[in-house]
């Protein structure tokens, strides 16, 4: 059953993990020239609103899919370490402390991004598979914010779970893309509230992924999931 504790704490968690990643100082930037790219152009050389849009939606339809399927295969191996199930809770909880450092700006090291120089072909067809490149290249714009979404998944060791948190995650991540691409106002300006405001934006999604590690660690997570569980048991009937 999908609908457990677990999910129930970690979805906000990984929607907003998805709106942050958007919101990071090497994503934003680059959104006008995605979405360019993914529109292409039509028969009279211009670009439809409508291609646009379609192009935005199968672009985040692309990265959506990657992002499903490793979260899946990490809680596929979350499964068969169930019974480790505490420890690696714990253990996860400071890979996520180190990951809120990383995207604060800490760990110098760990700053060095990989971004594909091939391209697919402009337009529709290539949009998913641009999308597919960029979920596996831009790190670590995506890299704390994915990856914690990909250890809570291998803590939960639920393959039903995992595909919700990593649909929640992209859900996140690409609204604000077809958004754009729609050409709402509204949300014209909020991308530039968020270019003003892009250091306070990391600060704050460091010091989340900091608090959720540190919860991880000292057990209070898995309290909090197994009193969630507890209640939903309450409220809905098995099948």
Same mark, same amino acid.
């Given at each position: 059953?999908?609908?457990?504790?677990?999910?129930?704490?970690?979805? #906000?968690?990984?929607?907003?993990?998805?709106?942050?990643?958007?919101?990071s100082?090497?994503?934003?930037?680059?959104?006008?020239?995605?979405?360019?790219?993914?529109?292409?152009?039509?028969?009279?050389?211009t670009?439809?609103?409508?291609?646009?849009v379609?192009?935005?939606?199968l672009?985040?339809?692309?990265?959506?899919?990657?992002?499903?399927?490793?979260?899946?295969?990490?809680?596929?191996?979350?499964?068969?370490?169930?019974?480790?199930?505490?420890?690696?809770?714990?253990?996860a909880g400071?890979?996520?402390?180190?990951?809120?450092?990383?995207?604060?700006?800490?760990?110098?090291?760990?700053?060095?991004?990989?971004?594909?120089?091939?391209?697919?072909?402009?337009?529709?067809?290539?949009?998913?598979?641009?999308?597919?490149?960029?979920?596996?290249?831009?790190? #670590?714009c995506?890299?704390?914010?994915?990856?914690?979404?990909?250890?809570l998944?291998?803590?939960?060791?639920?393959?039903?779970?995992?595909?919700?948190?990593?649909?929640?995650y992209?859900?996140?991540?690409?609204? #604000?893309?077809?958004?754009?691409?729609?050409?709402?106002?509204?949300?014209?300006?909020?991308?530039?509230?968020?270019?003003?405001?892009v250091?306070?934006?990391?600060?704050?999604g460091?010091?989340?992924?900091?608090?959720?590690?540190?919860l991880?660690?000292?057990?209070?997570w898995?309290?909090a999931?197994?009193?969630?569980?507890?209640?939903?048991?309450?409220?809905?009937? #098995?099948?």
């Open positions: 059953m999908i609908l457990q504790g677990g999910v129930l704490l970690a979805a #906000p968690v990984a929607l907003a993990a998805g709106l942050l990643s958007f919101a100082p090497c994503v934003l930037p680059l959104v006008p020239g995605y979405l360019g790219y993914v529109g292409g152009v039509d028969r009279s050389g670009r439809a609103r409508s291609r646009v379609l192009g935005a939606a672009f985040v339809l692309g990265f959506s899919l990657v992002f499903v399927l490793t979260s899946v295969v990490f809680a596929a191996v979350g499964y068969f370490l169930v019974q480790y199930q505490d420890l690696i809770t714990r253990l400071v890979v996520v402390i180190l990951l809120g450092v990383v995207f604060i700006g800490g760990l110098g090291p760990l700053q060095r991004r990989f971004a594909p120089e091939w391209r697919p072909r402009a337009g529709l067809i290539g949009a998913p598979v641009l999308g597919a490149v960029f979920a596996v290249g831009w790190t #670590p995506l890299g704390p914010m994915l990856q914690t979404i990909n250890v998944s291998l803590s939960s060791g639920s393959l039903g779970a995992a595909a919700a948190l990593a649909v929640c992209s859900v996140g991540l690409g609204v #604000p893309f077809v958004l754009l691409a729609v050409g709402f106002g509204w949300a014209t300006g909020a991308v530039s509230v968020l270019r003003r405001n250091r306070a934006i990391n600060l704050a460091g010091a989340l992924l900091v608090l959720i590690g540190v991880m660690l000292t057990g209070a898995a309290f999931v197994s009193h969630l569980q507890s209640l939903v048991g309450g409220y809905v009937s #098995p099948l």
